[in-house]
T-cell receptor, first 112, second 114 residues
Framework: GENVEQHPSTLSVQEGDSAVIKCTYS??????FPWYKQELGKRPQLIID?????GEKKDQRIAVTLNKTAKHFSLHITETQPEDSAVYFC???????????FGRGTSLIVHP | DAGVIQSPRHEVTEMGQEVTLRCKPI?????LFWYRQTMMRGLELLIY????????DSGMPEDRFSAKMPNASFSTLKIQPSEPRDSAVYFC????????????FGEGSRLTVL
């Protein structure tokens, strides 16, 4: 089955800095890669996703890049703000079924 | 739609007691997932259903855990007997295969087994 590794497990940055979270996956058939954000005590919610037919996708301050050859994808957050503090989960799945395998999560702390 | 609805939000019980967690998925969604979240293991997929049929229960830790989906609008996750190591937040999520693949999570049920 699919295995998703996520690093780092904890990331601490100053407000205004950039943050990068990296994930690798094992199943070369995976072609859908969502990212979920979970604020403290809340439910995980989708913030951005990317499919294997594109290499990069941006939405305001967040972007995701995908390297299918190397089987890794990354989340980039620019100009971080305290409200970006949360746990971020990457996931990988095959299109058609969309049964995601999640990474272990990255706790992002943005210091004011 | 009110989103995925889970109950109870919090449950405190004693070891050996039966625990039943409930979930109402978003209307029209054909996939339902049960996840367990702990600090040590992150988000673990326990079981998922497609059109009310259990497809993969390989994540269910042991026979003490069981899940049912009697109809498209209701699912239960039961633990009997419960043990302290079952303490976790249990999330239910639903999705519609024909759409984007996004999972919509409920608020979660925080279980504490004493």
């Amino acid at each position: 089955g699919e295995n998703v590794e996520q690093h780092p497990s904890t990331l601490s940055v100053q407000e205004g800095d950039s943050a990068v979270i990296k994930c690798t996956y094992s199943d070369s058939a995976s072609n859908y890669f969502p990212w979920y954000k979970q604020e403290l005590g809340k439910r995980p919610q989708l913030i951005i996703d990317i499919r294997s037919n594109v290499g990069e996708k941006k939405d305001q301050r967040i972007a995701v890049t995908l390297n299918k050859t190397a089987k890794h994808f990354s989340l980039h957050i620019t100009e971080t703000q305290p409200e970006d503090s949360a746990v971020y989960f990457c996931a990988a799945s095959r299109g058609g079924s969309y049964i995601p395998t999640f990474g272990r999560g990255t706790s992002l702390i943005v210091h004011p | 739609d009110a989103g995925v609805i889970q109950s109870p939000r919090h449950e405190v019980t004693e070891m050996g007691q039966e625990v039943t967690l409930r979930c109402k998925p978003i209307s029209g969604h054909d996939y339902l997932f049960w996840y367990r979240q702990t600090m040590m293991r992150g988000l673990e997929l326990l079981i998922y259903f497609n059109n009310n049929v259990p497809i993969d229960d390989s994540g269910m830790p042991e026979d003490r855990f069981s899940a049912k989906m009697p109809n498209a609008s209701f699912s239960t996750l039961k633990i009997q007997p419960s043990e302290p190591r079952d303490s976790a937040v249990y999330f239910c999520a639903s999705s519609f295969r024909g759409a984007t693949g996004e999972l919509f999570f409920g608020e979660g049920s925080r279980l504490t087994v004493l």
